[in-house]
């Protein structure tokens, strides 16, 4: 294989300086702030080296990369009963779709659109309070990437309660089908701190990590989560990572991933590294333009994929 240090100076070189950038979220209106000439990428292999290239110290807001743990959480928490909340299926609509909630009676798709992920939350905040459940995703974060200094962006968190229509929506309608067990303004609070929370793509791509190794510390060979919980969460982002395009990134890229709207996406190569991409510029359905192409660059160079085993 070539020399990973090569293949991400190369492709941030390429995709950091290309003209067509994808537009920045604007829903979101801090998210509309973020310079979209940014790009980072960052490689972990299974054994802890890094390769980093581009702008991949700088934090962004992870947005729905957030979801990936919160799901770990709560999977290890609740086990088969949370999937009697939520399906395993993609939604082949919108992140934010509001008619197939109705459709499939206030139970959402899957976990990673935010129907789900408000379902999710509200699994991971009944029995404790908002201040803990937010602690509580905040830490695994801190653990699985191994750096206390991760931390939640107020300022994106209060941007987007403010301008939160659609997710107070969605959240209200499950709760109106008795599929939340908290007020939705409460259970919301805690989705959009985690949506808020800020990591480097050096950063997510050390938290990744334990999804390479089966859900084991790569540090300690303890395990963060069961093996069985790993692969699950790696099937969830290959089939529904990057929502009515998640067809088109097992495609093009052929690893399980997951994007969030700040540009950033998370991707698992299961065995061989985790990897983390950032550019804030997103395509039509709401997946950052550039990270996504520079993935499947970063896919055929290194010759990984999950739908064979022969290496470049
Ligand atoms: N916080 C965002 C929202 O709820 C997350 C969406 C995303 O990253 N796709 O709209």
Same mark, same amino acid.
């Given at each position: 294989?070539?020399?990973?240090?090569?293949?991400?100076?190369?492709?941030?070189?390429?995709?950091?300086?290309?003209?067509?950038?994808?537009?920045?979220?604007?829903?979101?209106?801090?998210?509309?702030?973020?310079?979209?000439?940014?790009?980072?990428?960052?490689?972990?292999?299974?054994?802890?080296?890094?390769?980093?290239?581009?702008?991949?110290?700088?934090?962004?807001?992870?947005?729905?990369?957030?979801?990936?743990?919160?799901?770990?959480?709560?999977?290890?928490?609740?086990?088969?009963?949370?999937?009697?909340?939520?399906?395993?299926?993609?939604?082949?609509?919108?992140?934010?779709?509001?008619?197939?909630?109705?459709?499939?009676?206030?139970?959402?798709?899957?976990?990673?659109?935010?129907?789900?992920?408000?379902?999710?939350?509200?699994?991971?905040?009944?029995?404790?309070?908002?201040?803990?459940?937010?602690?509580?995703?905040?830490?695994?974060?801190?653990?699985?990437?191994?750096?206390?200094?991760?931390?939640?962006?107020?300022?994106?968190?209060?941007?987007?309660?403010?301008?939160?229509?659609?997710?107070?929506?969605?959240?209200?309608?499950?709760?109106?089908?008795?599929?939340?067990?908290?007020?939705?303004?409460?259970? +919301?609070? %805690?989705?959009?701190?985690?949506? &808020? =929370? !800020?990591?480097?793509?050096?950063? @997510?791509?050390?938290? #990744?990590?334990?999804?390479?190794?089966?859900?084991?510390?790569?540090?300690?060979?303890?395990?963060?989560?069961?093996?069985?919980?790993?692969?699950?969460?790696?099937?969830?982002?290959?089939?529904?990572?990057?929502?009515?395009?998640?067809?088109?990134?097992?495609?093009?890229?052929?690893?399980?991933?997951?994007?969030?709207?700040?540009?950033?996406? +998370?991707? %698992?190569?299961?065995?061989?590294? &985790? =990897? !983390?991409?950032?550019?804030?510029? @997103?395509?039509?359905? #709401?997946?950052?333009?550039?990270?996504?192409?520079?993935?499947?660059?970063?896919?055929?160079?290194?010759?990984?994929?999950?739908?064979?085993?022969?290496?470049?």
């Amino acid at each position: 294989m070539e020399d990973l240090q090569t293949i991400v100076n190369d492709i941030a070189k390429k995709y950091g300086s290309k003209d067509e950038r994808g537009t920045v979220a604007d829903y979101i209106p801090q998210l509309a702030c973020v310079d979209p000439n940014q790009f980072g990428i960052s490689i972990v292999t299974s054994e802890g080296q890094e390769y980093s290239a581009g702008d991949a110290e700088v934090p962004f807001s992870i947005q729905s990369i957030s979801k990936v743990f919160a799901l770990t959480l709560a999977l290890q928490q609740e086990g088969a009963e949370l999937w009697e909340r939520v399906g395993r299926e993609p939604s082949g609509d919108p992140f934010n779709s509001i008619v197939q909630l109705e459709h499939d009676h206030g139970v959402p798709r899957n976990p990673f659109i935010n129907a789900g992920a408000i379902v999710v939350t509200d699994v991971l905040l009944t029995g404790s309070t908002s201040v803990e459940a937010n602690a509580r995703l905040l830490n695994f974060l801190r653990m699985v990437s191994e750096d206390e200094n991760i931390d939640i962006d107020l300022a994106v968190a209060e941007s987007e309660t403010e301008h939160g229509y659609r997710n107070f929506a969605l959240a209200n309608f499950i709760r109106a089908y008795g599929n939340l067990n908290n007020e939705p303004a409460d259970t +919301l609070d %805690v989705y959009f701190k985690n949506c &808020s =929370i !800020a990591m480097s793509c050096q950063q @997510l791509a050390h938290a #990744g990590r334990f999804l390479v190794l089966d859900g084991q510390n790569g540090l300690t060979g303890d395990a963060i989560t069961s093996s069985r919980t790993a692969r699950r969460v790696n099937a969830m982002m290959l089939t529904c990572g990057h929502y009515d395009g998640s067809g088109e990134f097992a495609y093009r890229v052929g690893l399980p991933g997951k994007s969030g709207v700040g540009g950033g996406i +998370l991707c %698992v190569a299961p065995g061989f590294a &985790s =990897i !983390a991409c950032w550019s804030p510029g @997103l395509n039509a359905i #709401g997946n950052s333009h550039l990270a996504t192409k520079a993935l499947e660059e970063l896919a055929a160079r290194t010759g990984w994929s999950v739908f064979s085993n022969s290496i470049k």
